[in-house]
């Protein structure tokens, strides 16, 4: 059975950084797209970030929200089944639950929204006071 199990959330000061994690279990997520979002009290979940597959490229593409460009980066290491998410010069605003999700296998996109997400998470509280 497919899992995502997310971490590292918490609390910090506005500035701060956080570092979370989502690791896959039941499955190698190693072809799916991986991806974050998050859902604020009384508001609708939000795409954050998500990261492709690499398929026959030797990278891998990032796609982000504009307001967490420069502040957040999504990265993965398939080795653990792994995907994380540094936040940098967090603010007030981005206090929310945090969830990771994975696509099927080898979907190309879009990435911005929830249905084109398979498998969630949990969620984690991050939670950044003024």
């Known amino acids: 059975q497919e899992q995502l199990v997310e971490s590292g959330g918490g609390l910090v000061q506005a500035g701060g950084s956080l570092r979370l994690s989502c690791a896959a279990s039941?499955?190698?997520?190693?072809?799916?797209?991986l991806g974050w979002f998050r859902q604020a009290p009384g508001k609708e979940r939000e795409f954050v970030a998500a990261?492709?597959?690499?398929?026959?490229?030797?990278?891998?593409?990032?796609y982000y929200q504009d307001s967490m460009k420069g502040r957040f980066t999504i990265s993965r290491d398939n080795a653990k089944n792994t995907v994380y998410l540094q936040m940098n010069s967090l603010k007030p605003e981005d206090t929310a639950v945090y969830y990771c999700?994975?696509?099927?296998?080898?979907?190309?996109?879009?990435?911005?929204?929830?249905?084109?997400?398979?498998?969630w998470g949990q969620g984690t509280q991050v939670t950044v006071s003024s």
């Open positions: 039941g499955r190698s997520f190693g072809s799916y797209v």
């Open positions: 990261i492709s597959w690499r398929g026959s490229s030797t990278y891998y593409q990032t």
């Open positions: 999700a994975a696509t099927a296998p080898f979907y190309s996109g879009p990435y911005d929204y929830t249905d084109a997400y398979r498998y």
